[in-house]
């Protein structure tokens, strides 16, 4: 398997590149960022008025869908840009300002959580309502929100400081994408290859069988090297999650994760049990596998 290196992705030939393109339809990504912008202020100046009645709360549902989706489009886009070259400066700068923009507006907007269920009795009534079936299911799940809910005026206070969170995600994929050196891949005619997060699968699968050892030993070398700073932050990424479960008052910190995707503790606990149940498939494979490549 013959594969070819660039050192860097603006050496790869545009063929091989991702088409991000089609994300901004024929626009750029600062005509979709002020379109995302003017909704949003749109939506600010509107944040108590749509209640008024179920036509002016209708039409805010409409709109915010279209905000959704374009804020989705434009984290996808600068998402991507950033992966080809994560430590590429002017997407990282263009995420990092829309971000603080995105945070200083979201001040301004205040907390929706609130305002939801200080109408929660107008909600309701809506519910009901053909027009509001294609929400239906979305306000339902908010209204059960309220018993995880804080004062009005802690959840002002959470989302005024939400923007000094730190993201364990991010540091992990820095750390782990750019700064850690996993070596060399090393063939029987002692020819290295440098070993990176994208060819690390190809290089696994290489018929030289001491390319694919010395891939997998060094790449587990480079994590052992920085396991206190990985586990560590794994750490920090639990204590977060664990905290703000026990503050809301979740019946666990699992319950905290799924509660969005609408699932049953239960049903996970059932699939986690079934897939332990029958592990012992899974060690038969290993072992015969094992003893066939032996």
Known sequence: MKIKHYKKYSDVPQKYRFDLEDILENKTIEQLIKEFFDLYRHEIKIKDSKYENEKTYL????????????????????????STNIVDPKFNKLNNEFSY???LLSKELGSETVRIFQHEKKLKQWLALKQFQPFKKDIEYLLKQKKYKFSDE???FVLRISQADISAYNIFSILTNSEMDYGYAI???NKKIKINPSNRNQLLLNKDESIRKTTQINWIKAYLKHKNSLSL?????????????????YNSSIESL?????????????????????????????????????
Do not use: G
């Open 187 to 189: 063939s029987k005619t």
């Open 101 to 103: 923009q995105c945070s």
């Open 258 to 294: 799924i509660i969005d995707d609408q699932m049953n503790e239960d049903l996970l606990q059932k699939l986690y049990l079934n897939v332990k149940k029958h592990s012992h498939l899974f060690d038969k494979f290993s072992h015969y596998h094992k003893k066939f490549f032996e």
């Open 233 to 249: 932050l794994l750490y920090q990424h639990i204590k977060n999650i664990s905290v703000w479960a026990l503050e809301r008052k």
């Open 59 to 82: 039409n805010y549902l409409k709109d915010h869908v279209k905000i959704t989706v374009l804020f989705n489009r434009i984290s996808n886009y600068i998402s991507n840009k950033i």
């Open 154 to 156: 802690v959840e002002q």
